[in-house]
């Protein structure tokens, strides 16, 4: 099993790894460090940095004005489930099981992200790096299916989203956990996110002088909304923009410890959101900006996500891109740059990786190799992206009235004339309509049939 590969070669690195506290000598080369920080149902209108007139948020900010803001940035999926295997293994989600008709793993699910994929955490750690996950997991709350489980050295987070009732006890709201561990049940929400930050600057600290790789998905914008102490009623935008401050005041610990630290310069850290705002929530949901719906769907608004790379020495400062990226691409980007070799065992496992190096595009040495971007809703392909057109093959709103329609010819919008997507040019452009329903025909021709893991529960 690859698993099993990867952790002995783990195990052989570990021998030669550095312990904390110990230093290297002088020349060494070191693989940098990666930090993925990752909001939950952030809106691509939420941050001061892309366009928000009133929730503040001066480390974003500076974090854009410092590193590179990506303006067509997407997640693998428009919920949690999906989009978060999508990151963690450079697949699609449909390759892995990890998408299905109930959408996202609920606490009565047993399933989870199989043993056979491999994860960033367990690629990076095969390199020698320490790993840690802080945060909201959703992939699987069994133990064979947490982040200890798959790559991850320690874990400290709710294992679900946050308004999801333990299955043994439905009184009871999500758990705190550490490592395999739950300390808390339910877990003080109001403390969430100043504890997930304490933990993760404590990592950063212990492991400054080895490669670290630290994922970072907060709990929040989803709801329900909590913020502490210090950030209540601290918002021109009210309870939603509490909670977003708050985590910019978190994006900005992790930032200031690297830079205290002197290891800024040889750190990625990446920010962005698993996918859009939740809009039924209305004033407790965010805003996509200009883009149209939110959470749930494959309209621009479910899956296109605020993002910025941020890398002092590396990445050129205050540089905006607006080639397509993806987060199914962080796995294969921080693998290369850490070494590690891309899983390529198509024959027998016919393992495909979606993602792409997107190396040329943040060092400014060329375009993102990203030219398509796939769009699923649950089972089904809504849509496709190439270029600048996007053809919706069937669209559906999130929520609400409205239900599934299919369109053929699909719509078509050119998203770098009208990212709203109010006006389809299908017509005008039969070329681009048929280039686009070839590329689908070539990617459907990769997928093999996988089981759901979202659609399993006891019998």
Not at 294 to 301: D, H, P
Not at 388 to 393: E, G, L, M, R, S
Not at 439 to 455: A, C, G, N, Y
Request: aromatic share 10%; charged share 20%.
């Amino acid at each position: 099993m690859p698993r099993i590969i990867l952790c002995c070669v783990a195990l052989l690195l570990s021998m030669t790894a550095l312990p904390p506290g110990s230093t290297r000598a002088a020349g060494d080369v070191q693989k940098p460090n990666v930090v993925i920080l990752f909001a939950d149902d952030l809106g691509y209108g939420d941050l001061g940095c892309f366009g928000h007139p009133t929730i503040r948020t001066p480390n974003l900010d500076r974090m854009a004005a410092e590193g590179q803001k990506w303006t067509q940035f997407y997640a693998a999926a428009s919920v949690c489930t999906p989009s978060r295997a999508g990151l963690m293994t450079g697949r699609l989600p449909i390759r892995s099981g990890m998408c299905g008709n109930r959408r996202v793993l609920f606490p009565d699910s047993i399933g989870g992200l199989p043993d056979e994929e491999i994860t960033l955490a367990e690629a990076l750690k095969a390199q020698g790096y320490a790993t840690a996950c802080v945060g909201k997991w959703h992939l699987g709350h069994l133990p064979q299916y947490l982040p200890t489980s798959n790559g991850f050295d320690s874990y400290f987070g709710i294992p679900y989203s946050n308004d999801m009732r333990m299955w043994d006890d439905k009184a009871k709201m999500a758990p705190l956990m550490r490592n395999e561990e739950v300390i808390e049940v339910p877990a003080d929400q109001t403390t969430l996110t100043r504890r997930y930050t304490a933990e993760a600057v404590e990592f950063i600290r212990t492991n400054k002088d080895r490669p670290f790789f630290l994922y970072m998905p907060h709990t929040f914008p989803h709801v329900p909304l909590y913020r502490s102490k210090e950030f209540t009623d601290t918002s021109l935008r009210g309870l939603y923009g509490d909670v977003v401050e708050e985590l910019d005041w978190s994006v900005g610990r992790v930032l200031d410890t690297l830079r205290q630290l002197e290891i800024d310069e040889r750190t990625m850290v990446v920010f962005t959101s698993d996918n859009g705002p939740w809009l039924i929530m209305k004033l407790n949901g965010g805003s996509a900006g200009l883009l149209r719906e939110g959470k749930g769907c494959t309209y621009e608004g479910g899956m296109r996500e605020p993002t910025i790379f941020w890398w002092p020495g590396r990445i050129p400062a205050g540089t905006v891109v607006a080639d397509l990226g993806s987060t199914l691409d962080l796995f294969v980007t921080a693998s290369k740059l850490a070494g590690a070799p891309v899983p390529d065992d198509r024959v027998p496992n016919d393992r495909v990786i979606d993602g792409v190096d997107l190396s040329p595009a943040l060092f400014g040495t060329g375009k993102s190799p990203r030219t398509t971007m796939f769009f699923y809703r649950n089972l089904e392909l809504f849509a496709v992206r190439k270029g600048p057109y996007k053809a919706h093959f069937i669209t559906q709103p999130a929520y609400g009235p409205g239900g599934k329609v299919a369109h053929d010819p699909p719509e078509l919008y050119h998203l770098e004339h009208d990212p709203s997507e109010q006006f389809n040019v299908a017509d005008q452009h039969p070329d681009v309509v048929a280039d686009l329903i070839r590329e689908v025909q070539r990617h459907r021709e990769t997928l093999q049939p996988v089981p759901s893991q979202l659609d399993l529960r006891p019998e």
